[in-house]
């Protein structure tokens, strides 16, 4: 039986028991949960063993285990900490050709260990020469992948995994055929060629990642991902020195195994104990000079609302596609969702004791916030977990005396970036969420427990988009080529959702929410911007190429479980 077959039979059968929220919700509130309470008075519902359990007596059930898990888990300490922070390999180009980038990937498990005595299998990707993009070297990152604008890059991808996998390069405005969509995955042990041509304009911070059906999540997690970077002639940050943090997300058993994904890390996207920069817990950064940072979110579902205390502002002069038109300066905080990418100017001097000799050093941190996720309990009151304490992410030493000695001046106007163009069509994309809590009680529910390798997804638990989970065989949305049309994201739903669509960038032209809207303050290229629940993000967007196009949830969870939508542009 297929999976999604699976789930929808289990879905049918307790069809009377559905409990639904947003857009089919019987609540709307954000604590969504507790209307569960009341539905015991409802016909058919008093028969539903779990109806009224609260946390402490779920976890007296079967189904305890599948929800949060319980093989033990590495101590939130356990990784070394404290190594400079590591340089990310490059992918090395293997073509002579001016103008054409020519390399190898392989997606395949190599063992490192990271856990002192206990060695992890990642899956990662790799060169192909064995050498300096080869298994042994560097992190576990993707080597980066460092382009221009006017390149050809033909990327042969070898899947060297027991799953089908895909590439896609997320951001990139590449044709759909080449965007390693879900339709189009490699075979365990097959390969294919990836070939696009990166247009003027297309400079900026991007990454590469898997994307197969219903995998996406476990082939991240596991470690696939890199960096991309498309460098522009003209770029007015040339000569500043960079700096890259790339950010994963990694949740370690105690024995050194990457945990399954439970029913509470479907439900609210895996997070786990450590958040690695460029491969290590909470590595050391120490400034010479003034520096051009890009950071990337590659987490499955970890929100990094990025802080260096509010003693140490930063600039902001870059978002996913690119620099902004104008820097945005006296940052304290910056909120990356999963998949967004940024780019920062951080000084030397570090503010604070800025006419000091020294500058207080500093905790890179991911600070509090709360995007809402929710529990399995339903209590009233109690519908959503506490928001992910605040994680030291690396410390930064800043070096005011090079401060001193060499200031650089960042430029006031970075790049034009033109206003919208009025739209000539439009469209809604509502984000909501479906919740069996019979069938999630059930024991076993969830991906745990399931024979090994059939990937099962939880039952009873469903993510949609426009009121429906995603189907290969249907196209959600049409537009054509070359429109310039207004979306508005509706998040129906009561957690935050990250909106990604492939193939561009768009611009974020207001935020809409109880009933007040605010137009985006500066221009920028994204392809990923978080909705709030209960928000509305209108965004202006153009698609250049004909085919297909997936927009989803970029909380790889989410995705999987079906808050994706396939755009057909004709
Ligand atoms: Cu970063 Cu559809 O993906
Ligand atoms: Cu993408
Ligand atoms: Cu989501």
Redesign the pocket.
């Known amino acids: 039986m297929i999976r999604r077959e699976f789930m929808l039979r289990t879905l049918g059968a307790a069809m009377s028991a559905v409990f639904a929220r947003g857009s089919f919700g019987q609540t709307s509130s954000h604590a969504g949960m507790q209307g569960m309470d009341d539905m015991g008075s409802m016909p058919g519902m008093a028969s539903m063993p779990s109806m009224h359990h609260g946390a402490g007596s779920a976890h007296q059930t079967g189904g305890a285990h599948a929800m949060t898990g319980s093989a033990p888990l590495a101590s939130a300490d356990a990784l070394p900490a404290g190594a400079p922070l590591a340089m990310l390999r490059t992918l090395p180009n293997e073509s002579r050709e001016p103008g054409v980038f020519r390399a190898t990937l392989v997606a395949q498990p190599v063992s490192r260990t990271l856990l002192p005595g206990h060695p992890t299998t990642f899956w990662q990707y790799d060169g192909g020469d064995g050498g300096a993009g080869g298994a042994e070297a560097g992190p576990v990152v993707g080597p980066m992948i460092e382009v221009r604008e006017g390149d050809t890059v033909e990327i042969r991808f070898v899947n060297r995994l027991a799953q089908p996998s895909t590439i896609?390069w997320?951001?990139l405005p590449v044709p759909p055929d080449q965007d390693g969509n879900p339709a189009d995955a490699v075979a365990p042990g097959g390969s294919r060629v990836y070939r696009f041509t990166l247009p003027p304009g297309s400079a900026g911070t991007y990454?590469y990642?898997p994307?197969p059906h219903q995998l996406?999540a476990e082939q991240v997690f596991r470690g696939l991902a890199g960096p991309i970077i498309v460098r522009a002639p003209d770029d007015p940050l040339a000569g500043w020195p960079e700096r890259h943090l790339f950010f994963t997300d990694l949740k370690l058993a105690a024995d050194g195994a990457i945990a399954p994904n439970y029913m509470m890390d479907w439900m609210n996207g895996r997070e786990g104990q450590f958040v690695l920069v460029n491969g290590a817990r909470r590595p050391r950064i120490a400034m010479a000079g003034d520096e051009r940072w890009r950071v990337w979110n590659a987490c499955n579902a970890r929100y990094l609302l990025l802080t260096l205390g509010d003693d140490h502002p930063f600039a902001q002069v870059g978002t996913d596609g690119g620099l902004l038109a104008a820097p945005r300066e006296g940052l304290t905080r910056l909120l990356l969702a999963p998949?967004e990418r940024a780019e920062l100017i951080v000084r030397a001097k570090g503010g604070g004791a800025s006419d000091g000799a020294s500058a207080t050093p500093a905790v890179l941190t991911a600070a509090l916030y709360d995007r809402r996720k929710m529990s399995m309990t339903m209590s009233h009151g109690d519908a959503s977990l506490p928001p992910s304490p605040a994680m030291p992410l690396a410390d930064v030493e800043f070096a005011p005396a090079a401060a001193g000695a060499a200031p650089r001046v960042l430029p006031a106007r970075l790049r034009e970036i033109a206003a919208p163009a009025a739209p000539v069509a439009s469209k809604t994309v509502v984000f909501s969420e479906q919740m069996d809590m019979a069938t999630m009680h059930q024991p076993g529910a969830g991906m745990h427990g399931m024979p090994a390798g059939m990937h099962d997804l939880p039952a009873g638990m469903r993510f949609l988009v426009n009121g429906a989970s995603f189907d290969p065989a249907r196209i959600t949305l049409t537009s054509r080529r070359g429109d310039v049309e207004r979306w508005s994201i509706d998040n129906q739903s009561d957690m935050d959702h990250p909106f990604?669509l492939?193939g561009t960038q768009f611009q974020v032209v207001e935020r809409v929410k109880g009933g007040v809207v605010t137009p985006e303050p500066f221009r920028a290229w994204r392809d990923?911007v978080n909705v709030e629940p209960g928000e509305i993000v209108r965004i202006s967007v153009q698609q250049q190429t004909a085919g297909e196009r997936?927009f989803?949830c970029?909380i790889l969870e989410h995705?999987d479980l079906g808050m994706?939508g396939t755009l057909k542009v004709v």
């Open positions: 896609h997320h951001g990454w990642h994307h996406s998949g990604h492939h990923t997936m989803h970029h995705e994706m």
